[in-house]
């Protein structure tokens, strides 16, 4: 009985202990990834799935933000700790005798703006001025043209850019 009393007591401190600040509540506004759809280049009206997609990037180590898949949209995040971040587009096709890579790399460069949300959810950056730059790879490039919607990404609502194909 006094076992059952001393965890209770236990219990009863550890929730006690929490305030409503340790806990960042699930609708909070925290730093919004980067909208891209992709659409046709001979219609660029109508949206264009992209078979085998992925997508890497070596600001940390290389790491795969998107292992390959068929979409027509993403949400990729920027990197908040430098005003460029730079993603491997990387579409793979396979056919009966080959398998086929073409690596199309962007360049993202835009200014970040740093706002402190809460204590527990602790800050969101918003990115402004954002600009595109297709390295080019003469005819190899997959992607033919990046059209830029909006220039600062402060929510994840609409679409931010749109790449044709």
């Not at 790879?137 to 931010?160: C, K, L, S, V």
Request: glycine share 4%; charged share 25%.
């Amino acid at each position: 009985m006094i076992k059952r009393i001393i965890v209770l007591i236990l219990i009863i401190f550890a929730f006690k202990g929490c305030t409503k600040d340790d806990i960042c509540p699930e609708g909070t506004a925290t730093t919004p990834n980067l909208i891209i759809t992709f659409n046709d280049i001979v219609n660029p009206a109508n949206r264009k799935q992209v078979e085998g997609l992925s997508i890497v990037t070596n600001y940390a180590d290389t790491l795969e933000v998107l292992a390959r898949t068929t979409t027509d949209s993403i949400a990729i995040p920027l990197n908040i700790n430098s005003d460029t971040t730079k993603y491997k587009f990387i579409r793979t096709t396979i056919t009966t005798t080959d398998t086929i890579r073409n690596v199309d790399s962007i360049v993202f460069v835009y200014q970040r703006n740093n706002s402190y949300v809460t204590r527990a959810c602790g800050f969101k950056t918003e990115f402004d001025n954002l600009d595109t730059t297709l390295e080019e790879e003469g005819t190899e490039n997959w992607i033919q043209d990046i059209i830029t919607i909006r220039d600062t990404i402060n929510d994840e609502n609409e679409a931010h850019l749109t790449i044709l194909h």
